[in-house]
């Protein structure tokens, strides 16, 4: 049961040593409440991890043969893979584009605020490593400037359906490739906008020599990063953030300052994943009831910029020594992050200015407007 009457904080105030100020006597991770704010076992396939190993053996997990640990997991899957680049796609995130298809099975999935008409509301968006196994995921949506950029530290191709002009200048790049609108439609009672999915074989079309797109590299290109994207723990091991940092926080709740969409991130303590809700409810996938969850949840704190009237915006998101959190297990912790070109990798450190360690497995990551950062809850 969640306690909604813990201490709160004010956002933090990170120097050099990363020093947090917390206001009203805010709790650590040694209290059992606390409200702060502003702060598988598939067998292997295609894409799917390898069987989990036996962590309680001592020994060390022996990676299968013909398997790589994923570059947007840390998780064995095929190598049959390793060169193929991600997929990020728009998911449209309005209440009538519900229930999503597919969205359970993305390795990496950002939620941005998409206008600042309409409180707020978010979109999704999702990296997918194994898309050839894709049956049906959306429904799709435009896209905006911040997620070209986002999905260029991927190398990922990004699939949409058109989106401002404010996105040219961008799309204009070398570095830059997407899909748009060419996906399958689908009947389903609704207005048009929420009818586009890409369906097995969509992307195959797209990237066939028939396709206006077809110069698109299917695999990774001259403006992929190397090395892996997050600084993953050895996989079959687990990092706590109580046990290795002095200054950590309880999140079991995690309340972000979305109105429209109401999104938070509730832990559940059996699986040790965090649950993704929005709309007073849990979100589960339309494919197979599964639920939106994910073992890592990092937040950064990010200004942006209002393009016009009509609440289009950019997020400031190339940038250098910003506020975030890194939460895992029920615990939160301060970090920084830094984002130096336009398909430079996002890095997160943590107060020692080490790289950020992170568990395997899926991770969500929101960019919060930083005029709303002290309304991040955490209980």
């Known amino acids: 049961m969640f306690n909604t009457f813990g201490k709160r904080a004010v956002a933090p105030v990170l120097s050099a040593m990363m020093l947090i100020s917390l206001?009203?006597?805010?709790?650590?991770?040694?209290?059992?409440?606390?409200?702060?704010?502003?702060?598988?076992?598939?067998?292997?396939?295609?894409?799917?991890?390898?069987?989990?190993?036996?962590?309680?053996?001592?020994?060390?997990?022996?990676?299968?043969?013909?398997?790589?640990?994923?570059?947007?997991?840390?998780e064995p899957i095929s190598e049959e893979i390793k060169d193929q680049r991600p997929i990020a796609v728009m998911?449209?995130?309005?209440?009538?584009?519900?229930?999503?298809?597919g969205t359970s099975e993305a390795d990496v999935v950002y939620e941005l605020m998409n206008s600042t008409?309409?409180?707020?509301i978010t979109r999704l968006m999702c990296l997918v490593k194994d898309w050839d196994s894709i049956e049906q995921l959306g429904s799709i949506r435009s896209t905006r400037p911040t997620n070209i950029l986002l999905a260029a530290?991927?190398?990922?191709?990004?699939?949409?359906?058109g989106g401002p002009y404010y996105n040219d200048q961008y799309f204009s790049q070398p570095w830059s490739a997407h899909f748009s609108g060419t996906f399958s439609r689908i009947n389903n009672g609704k207005a048009s906008e929420f009818t586009e999915y890409i369906l097995s074989g969509d992307l195959d079309k797209n990237f066939s020599d028939n396709a206006s797109n077809s110069a698109y590299s299917r695999t990774y290109n001259e403006f992929a990063n190397e090395g892996e994207h997050f600084d993953f723990v050895d996989y079959g091991t687990e990092i706590y953030l109580d046990q290795k940092y002095d200054r950590s926080y309880h999140a079991r709740k995690i309340t972000l300052p979305f109105p429209h969409n109401q999104s938070q991130l509730i832990y559940n303590e059996e699986t040790r994943q965090y649950e993704y809700y929005e709309y007073g409810g849990r979100h589960e996938d339309a494919e197979d009831g599964a639920p939106l969850s994910f073992k890592n949840v990092i937040l950064q704190n990010c200004d942006f910029s209002q393009l016009d009237d009509e609440g289009y915006l950019i997020y400031n998101?190339?940038?250098?020594?910003?506020?975030?959190?890194?939460?895992?297990?029920?615990?939160a912790k301060d970090i920084t992050w830094i984002k130096t070109s336009e398909t430079g990798v996002t890095k997160y450190y943590d107060e020692n200015g080490d790289?950020?360690?992170?568990?395997?497995?899926?991770?969500?990551i929101s960019l919060i407007p930083s005029d709303s950062w002290d309304k991040v809850i955490f209980e």
Not at 45 to 71: D, I, K, Q, R
Not at 92 to 101: F, I, K, M, Q, V
Not at 153 to 161: I, K
Not at 357 to 364: F, L, Q, S
């Open 153 to 161: 530290e991927w190398n990922a191709l990004l699939c949409h359906d």
């Open 117 to 120: 008409k309409n409180d707020r």
């Open 23 to 74: 206001a009203a006597c805010g709790n650590d991770s040694s209290s059992n409440n606390s409200t702060v704010v502003g702060l598988s076992t598939d067998k292997p396939g295609t894409g799917n991890p390898a069987a989990a190993p036996e962590t309680n053996s001592g020994e060390p997990y022996v990676l299968p043969e013909g398997y790589y640990f994923s570059e947007l997991t840390g």
């Open 91 to 101: 998911i449209d995130n309005e209440s009538l584009a519900l229930p999503h298809y």
């Open 355 to 364: 790289e950020l360690e992170i568990n395997t497995g899926k991770t969500y």
């Open 317 to 331: 998101c190339i940038d250098s020594g910003k506020y975030g959190w890194y939460i895992t297990n029920g615990i």
